[in-house]
């Protein structure tokens, strides 16, 4: 070998939209790719990250986390001191006691669905403006704006003396959610080791599950407070919103977002605390390439590369699997397990089944997470989806039976029912929970990743306003079988997973390589065409270099130079 480092291939995608405003920061002279020499090894640049988990990234991942709470904390309220004031037409039928009422039906209200939902549409709507705050201005920032947007959802609801203003809280509490929704994930996904990061991804999931679990018990135990019980039970759902708001002011800013603003020293400065280690320039040097080439991409361009060749299979798959989350049925089975209990035992007994269910959720994302980097994503998603297809089966035969003959469900069918649905929410806990969310920050690259997580959450959001909006009249019409059809969507979630996506675990955040897995899926190649084959030169040109560059004693300003020769 004579040291030179290889020819490759031009990548035009990198270059695509012309420059954005931070473009004159990056000049490769100036960006400090410290001259240290690298070895060369068989796994290429990530042979060579020396970080490792510490209790400072642990910390940093676990605060910003309290995010997915928002979410969780903001589940549906079933006490009657709530129904008497704000909807009184079931509280009605629920004292009443009316033999002939259908209990599939006890709860269809058409404005308790829309209270149910609206929080969905909200985030939806949110979720753009959302991801373009966190390009622009930074990670920190939006999560401190979400943490603030759901304080005053939060009072408003608290302090609600009319279905109206208890409608515009939660609407505020959506956009809290929504901003929450679409940045964290990609927050943890940056600070996070690649080799932890799907395990550091799940405390997303996990604190949804935790704050859903948590306003369970305190609908528990705020039902045996009259009157105003329920503004407690809403009220409490501020305590993770000031968690959130704290790590919006004392959290480390990203440090892919730090580099892509040119502001070399913090951004190293940060990885290397984040790492517990100063021996962090080959990440460091992925993250500059990433930066480099991002800070070339205008906000609008981010958006139009999302659907670019290269970038299209990612997008599909990331938002096709988010919007298909919610086609489980698990936000309708979480939200209205206290309504459906309801229907067959006292109000108290259904909010004790209600907080099983949270329980079991909790259990199974935390059994998902040491297996999400030891096992895989694919085979997760897969035993997943089995599990929640089997289970729904099960419960609609148990509904289907209990009630043939009967308006109410005896105690052991209602704890038969319990069963299956707690073996459907472990299933889903485990599996599509979590790894919708780790996917959609992961399979982008450094210039579409706010964006890409700002698609998956609106898909996933409009999912699950169309779901909140009908379940209760689908249940009421379609009754047991409401089951089987989310059922079926199973089937065809699994099937897609099975076929289309390739196993992503064990890639650095920063790295080409997930193009490079799409890029060379029977399918997906078929879609990407010439920049699937581009990507495939890049990637090839990339770790030749690397390794040409260690093995030559040669260092990373070299290869850099080299890029620069190449437009790359």
């Known amino acids: 070998m ?6 490759g291939p031009r990548d035009d995608a990198a270059t695509a939209g012309g420059g954005g405003a931070a473009a004159a920061a990056f000049s490769v002279d100036e960006a400090p790719l410290l001259g ?16 490792r988990m510490t209790i400072y990234v642990l910390v940093v991942a676990l605060v910003s986390a309290t995010g997915g ?18 909807f009184p037409e079931i509280y009605q039928r629920s004292i009443a006691g009316e033999k002939d009422t259908d209990p599939y039906c006890k709860y269809r209200d058409t404005r308790l669905q829309l209270f149910s939902a609206i929080m969905f549409l909200s985030g939806a709507v949110i979720a753009i403006p959302a991801g373009l705050a966190a390009r622009r201005f930074g990670r920190k920032v939006s999560m401190l704006g979400s943490g603030c947007c759901f304080l005053l959802g939060a009072g408003l609801q608290a302090g609600s003396s009319s279905l109206v203003q208890l409608i515009i809280g939660r609407c505020i509490l ?3 959610v929504g901003s929450a929704a679409s940045v964290v994930p990609v927050y943890i996904s940056e600070v996070a080791p690649y080799a932890s990061r799907g395990g550091l991804a799940y405390l997303f999931q996990l604190a949804v599950t935790a704050g859903i679990l948590a306003a369970q018990l305190v609908n528990y135990g705020a039902q045996y407070i009259p009157n105003w019980g329920w503004r407690l039970s809403l009220g409490l759902a501020a305590m993770p919103a000031c968690v959130l708001c704290l790590g919006g002011l004392v959290l480390p ?20 605390m984040l790492r517990g280690t100063d021996e962090v320039d080959a990440e460091y040097a992925d993250i500059c390439d990433a930066a480099r080439a991002s800070a070339r ?33 698990i936000n309708a089975i979480i939200f209205y397990a206290p309504i459906m209990f309801d229907s067959f035992s006292k109000n108290t007994a259904a909010l004790l089944n209600a907080v099983i269910i949270g329980s079991v959720n909790v259990a199974g994302t935390l059994v998902g997470m040491p297996l999400v980097d030891r096992v895989g994503r694919r085979p997760l998603l897969l035993e997943g989806g089995l599990q929640m297809l089997l289970s729904q089966i099960a419960t609609c035969i148990i509904l289907g039976v209990g009630f043939s003959s009967n308006s109410t469900l005896s105690k052991g069918t209602a704890v038969a029912a319990l069963v299956t649905i707690c073996l459907f929410i472990s299933g889903f806990s485990w599996s599509w929970g979590p790894i919708v969310w780790v996917l959609g920050a992961e399979v982008q690259t450094l210039d579409t990743r706010t964006s890409g997580m700002s698609a998956v959450v609106f898909a996933n959001y409009i999912s699950s306003f169309i779901i909140g909006q009908a379940f209760l009249s689908m249940l009421c019409s379609m009754k047991y079988l409401v089951f089987l059809f989310f059922a079926s969507w199973n089937i065809f979630m699994t099937l897609l997973v099975y076929f289309l996506l390739p196993e992503t675990k064990g890639v650095p955040l920063e790295d080409t390589a997930y193009a490079c897995l799409f890029a060379s899926h029977p399918v997906w190649k078929r879609v990407m065409g010439k920049a699937g084959k581009q990507v495939l030169e890049r990637e090839a040109f990339r770790a030749a270099a690397w390794r040409q560059a260690g093995a030559e004693g040669g260092d990373l300003r070299d290869m850099a130079r080299y890029y620069k020769t190449l437009g790359l």
Request: proline share 4%; hydrophobic share 45%; no cysteine.
């Open 2 to 7: 004579d040291g030179r480092v290889p020819a």
């Open 36 to 51: 240290k020499k690298i070895k060369a090894g068989p796994s290429g640049r990530a042979a060579h990250y020396t970080g």
């Open 69 to 86: 709470m928002l979410f969780g904390f903001d589940v549906g309220i079933a006490m009657a001191s709530f129904q008497a004031q704000f």
């Open 174 to 176: 959506g956009f809290g």
């Open 253 to 272: 800013e990203s440090p892919s977002y730090l580099l892509e603003r040119g502001r070399w020293a913090q951004g190293k400065t940060v990885l290397q």
């Open 297 to 329: 991409v205008s906000a609008w361009q981010s958006w139009k590369n999302l659907v670019s060749r290269q970038n299209l299979p990612m997008t599909i798959m990331a938002t096709s699997l988010a919007f298909l989350q919610q086609l489980t049925g």
